[in-house]
């Protein structure tokens, strides 16, 4: 089985290293690291990474987070090449309050991440993964950051996920404090087709718990929960 794997918001594969050395056996697993361009919106990104995803062959994709929305669009255009899609800690619609779209983004991700943030919002008490994630951040310019967090307050991909007819599920870490549970119940509410999975763990759930995560991104089938 062929795994395609969109990372987050750094749009890099330097945080998914341990979740792809302990892929099954029988995976073969590519990250598709996202172009560094402040120019991106979801919909130039769904044109060109649907181009490399071409050039693999057909395969399971795992849309994470930033990801889940691009995901659905490559998956609602391309259904020749997208089996099954995997979302993991994701949205269709924007998961933050409104006011987050004042925020002065381009000069925010010009600072460092602070390590409590990192802790508190992404990877729960692992430290590591926080000093980790927190130089991962600063390899992607802060413009394309900027721009990323825009299209997440902007988007809205309910009628591509309504139309999918590939097996859809999502990955939810029961301690996300970045999507809220409402994003989930949104999902399930657009299309009931899609089975929910938990993991208790923080928003990174795929580098905190990469086993569980394999388990169910693996399976063939596998018992739905409401969240």
């Not at 006011?99 to 600072?111: K, N, T």
């Not at 394309?144 to 988007?155: N, S």
């Amino acid at each position: 089985m062929q795994v395609v794997i969109l990372p987050g918001l750094d749009g890099t594969d330097l945080l998914l290293g341990r979740f792809v050395a302990l892929a099954p056996l029988d995976c073969r697993v590519a990250v598709l690291p996202l172009p560094d361009n402040p120019v991106d919106d979801y919909d130039s990104l769904a044109v060109s990474v649907g181009e490399r995803i071409r050039q693999l062959g057909s395969c399971h994709l795992v849309a994470e987070s930033f990801s889940g929305p691009l995901g659905i669009l490559i998956a609602r255009r391309h259904p020749e090449l997208i089996r099954q899609l995997t979302l993991v800690a994701s949205f269709v619609k924007s998961p933050g309050p409104g006011f987050a779209r004042w925020l002065p983004w381009s000069w925010l991700f010009r600072l460092p991440l602070p390590i409590a943030v990192a802790k508190y919002l992404f990877v729960g008490n692992d430290h590591d993964l926080a000093t980790r994630l927190r130089t991962t951040v600063r390899q992607t310019s802060a413009a394309t950051m900027a721009q990323r967090v825009r299209c997440t307050l902007e988007v809205d991909v309910c009628r591509e996920l309504a139309s999918l007819n590939c097996p859809v599920r999502y990955l939810r870490p029961t301690f996300d404090r970045l999507v809220p549970v409402r994003s989930v119940r949104k999902i399930r509410e657009i299309n009931p087709c899609v089975t929910i999975h938990e993991i208790d763990g923080p928003h990174l759930i795929l580098q905190t718990c990469p086993r569980q995560s394999w388990k169910i991104i693996h399976m063939n089938c596998g018992t739905t929960t409401t969240g």
